[in-house]
């Protein structure tokens, strides 16, 4: 795990070398960093990271916008410091293809913490299972693990990463209610939710590519006050 890299892109020197000289004292090796846009882009080309910090306030570009570019070439973890708290920005930071935020001023050893987490969980989740199913189906979807595909009435739909790992968690557990703490601890692999709107976002994201009509779901329903659940049936366990 410690020999995964990890690019750190913010335009305040200070907090660069703040984050990786934590890294650096938890033993990870492979760290770079960015002060600028154009200069993540190359690190991204050239080293291609599983984990990137990214600062939303950038010298020649928007973190957002940066964001959109970076999926181009990579669907590395993209977690965002922001000092912006707003709903919109953090939807905003969601809908461009980021996975999770940490508010500025933060404490580095939370930064630490959720890239571990990360790289563990993907450490766990690239082990062959034996038992588990790797295809799941219900009503005109199938959830095809092996293949990271995500297939809608025959069609394949893109699906980003973390969209995708919490649609194949919902599958395998079926027809059981969830809350978004469980959601939260089990996808993201953090013990403590940054925001409701983390897990809500992405929720609807996988909505708008399941449902006929996002907003009034037939399978991934919300129960009221407890969590979500993803309905599948009889005939859809016999189909898969």
């Known amino acids: ?14 907090i660069l070398q703040m984050l990786k000289m934590v890294l650096t ?11 600028t846009g154009t200069e993540a882009l190359e690190m991204i080309k050239k080293h291609a990271p599983e984990f990137i910090v990214l600062d939303v306030m950038l010298p020649d570009i928007n973190g957002f916008d940066l964001c959109t570019k970076i999926r181009e070439y990579t669907d590395a973890h993209i977690l965002f410091l922001t000092a912006k708290v707003s709903d919109l920005d953090i939807l905003t930071g969601f809908e461009k293809g980021g996975d999770d935020y940490v508010t500025k001023p933060f404490n580095p050893l939370e930064i630490v913490a959720r890239i571990k987490a990360h790289l563990k969980r993907n450490v ?15 009503g005109n979807v199938i959830v095809d693990e092996d293949a990271g595909e995500l297939i809608v009435n025959g ?29 939260f601890t089990a996808v993201w692999g953090y013990e403590h939710m940054a925001d409701d709107n983390t897990v809500m976002v992405h929720i609807r994201r996988i909505r ?11 399978h991934l329903v919300t129960v009221r006050g407890l969590g979500y659940k993803l309905v599948k049936d009889q005939a ?5």
């Open 25 to 35: 004292k938890e033993s990870f090796a492979n760290i770079y960093t960015a002060t």
């Open 124 to 138: 766990i989740s690239s082990k062959p299972m034996i038992t588990n199913k790797k295809i799941h189906q219900f």
């Open 236 to 240: 859809d366990e016999t189909k898969a």
């Open 1 to 14: 795990m410690k020999e995964k890299k990890i690019l750190l892109v913010d335009d305040e020197y200070a």
């Open 208 to 218: 708008e590519r399941i449902e006929q009509n996002p907003s009034k779901p037939k």
């Open 155 to 183: 069609k394949i739909v893109p699906c980003p990463a973390q969209v995708f790992l919490l649609l194949v968690y919902f599958c395998k557990n079926a027809n059981r209610v969830l809350s978004k703490e469980q959601l």
